[in-house]
């Protein structure tokens, strides 16, 4: 199982960036997808969750309205669409798998993702 994001880097506030999340290795669309935060000295924060087939998602108060998490099954790729970026956006943003194959119900608690990327970061700053 690998899981590569990319599609950081600096943006100044009120910009817009798109994170990818390349899958390999897995049944990418057996499951569901999470992407989730750390800010500089601070803990994980999830922020969005899709379902398998990419009809159903949530998203943190934190980043609604602002952010978009989407999938395409048939690349093995999710995303994150982040508009109306602020400093405190600033962050190492990850992609991360459910632990459970064929899921129904998603999972806030980022002890339930089995699989992380790397990390991709992203800097908002004028």
């Known amino acids: 199982v690998q899981l590569v994001e990319s599609g950081g880097g600096l943006v100044q506030p009120g910009g817009s960036l798109r994170l990818s999340c390349a899958a390999s290795?897995?049944?990418?669309?057996?499951?569901?997808m999470y992407w989730v935060r750390q800010a500089p000295g601070k803990g994980l924060e999830w922020i969005s969750s899709?379902?398998?087939?990419?009809?159903?998602?949530y998203h943190a108060d934190s980043v609604k309205d602002r952010f978009t998490i989407s999938r395409d099954n048939a690349k093995n790729t999710l995303y994150l669409e982040m508009s109306s970026l602020k400093p405190d956006d600033t962050a190492l943003y990850y992609c991360?798998?459910?632990?459970?194959?064929?899921?129904?119900?998603?999972?806030?608690?980022?002890?339930?993702?089995?699989?992380w990327g790397q990390g991709t970061q992203v800097t908002v700053s004028s």
């Open positions: 899709i379902n398998r087939g990419g009809g159903v998602t």
């Open positions: 290795g897995f049944t990418f669309s057996s499951y569901w």
């Open positions: 991360a798998r459910d632990k459970n194959f064929e899921g129904f119900f998603p999972s806030t608690n980022t002890a339930d993702y089995d699989y």
